[in-house]
């Protein structure tokens, strides 16, 4: 899990005990909160992705100037991170309405899909979740639900560190590989995705066989395979070891 945000130096801009950055005199308080700033930022977000979250553009849906988000977060990518936080804080309560079973990595299994759907969903998550465990305490709170089922386990905590770093690799790894935009060709609407995927297959069929048994081997089932059943397999196979490794 990256936590390059936790090596940043202090904002120069002073801030108040509430975590607030303090405006400079005479700046007037914002009258929107911080709530109605991270949803606006979450829709720009999911409408045109990172590049489109800017501090005027949030401004103007909120119906301020630029400088009122300043009361909320101190610069861009403060607010990257809250906004983070706030979705993964709804993911974390879809996740917590579910009781545990008698089976952790069934329960594993669960938390995993419903994180995954979550950044398919909203695929720029996949790149700032748990970067600031600072700001991002959903999260750090998501990461431990998920650890806690593996003290469930007979595991070292190496083991269980290993465990957990791996699952979650492959739920934002698939998601992101998943949420990625599409060929021009696709894009376009020149093909859609079985074809352009079939014509893949196809040029694979024409190569030596001796050269590449194994290509030969999967294409019928790379041609026209589910993105999800692909993530779902991975899933399966980590969670396989996981339970050969603890021994349930």
């Known amino acids: 899990m990256a936590q390059s945000g936790l090596a940043r130096s202090r904002p120069a801009q002073a801030r108040s005990r509430s975590g607030r950055s303090r405006p400079s005199q005479g700046r007037r308080r914002a009258s929107h909160s911080m709530d109605a700033v991270l949803t606006e930022a979450v829709a720009l977000l999911d409408e045109a992705g990172e590049a489109a979250l800017t501090f005027r553009a949030l401004a103007d849906r909120l119906g301020g100037g630029a ?3 300043y009361w909320y977060v101190s610069n861009k990518d403060e607010l990257l991170d809250r ?4 979705v993964v804080g709804a993911v974390l309560a879809d996740i917590e309405k579910h009781a545990a079973t008698d089976d952790p990595i069934a329960d594993l299994r669960a938390i995993a899909t419903t994180l995954f759907d979550a950044i398919v969903q909203q695929p720029w998550l996949g790149t700032y979740f748990m970067r ?3 700001l991002q305490v959903n999260a750090l709170r998501l990461y431990e639900h998920i650890g806690q089922q ?3 386990l007979q595991l070292t905590p190496k083991q269980r560190f290993h465990a957990v770093s791996a699952i979650v690799g492959v739920v934002i790894g ?3 590989d998943l949420a990625q935009e599409p060929p021009p060709e696709v894009r376009e609407g020149a093909v859609d995705r079985e074809e352009y995927l079939h014509r893949w297959a196809q040029s694979w069929r024409e190569l030596d066989p001796e050269a590449f ?3 030969h081997e999967i294409i019928d089932e790379f041609d026209g395979h589910d993105d999800a059943d692909q993530f779902r397999a991975a899933l399966d196979l980590t969670l396989a070891g996981l ?3 603890a021994g349930a």
């Open 67 to 69: 400088a009122s988000i």
């Open 83 to 86: 906004a983070t936080d706030h």
């Open 132 to 134: 600031n465990t600072d």
């Open 150 to 152: 593996t003290l469930r």
């Open 174 to 176: 698939s998601a992101v």
């Open 213 to 215: 048994p194994f290509v």
């Open 243 to 245: 339970r050969l490794q």
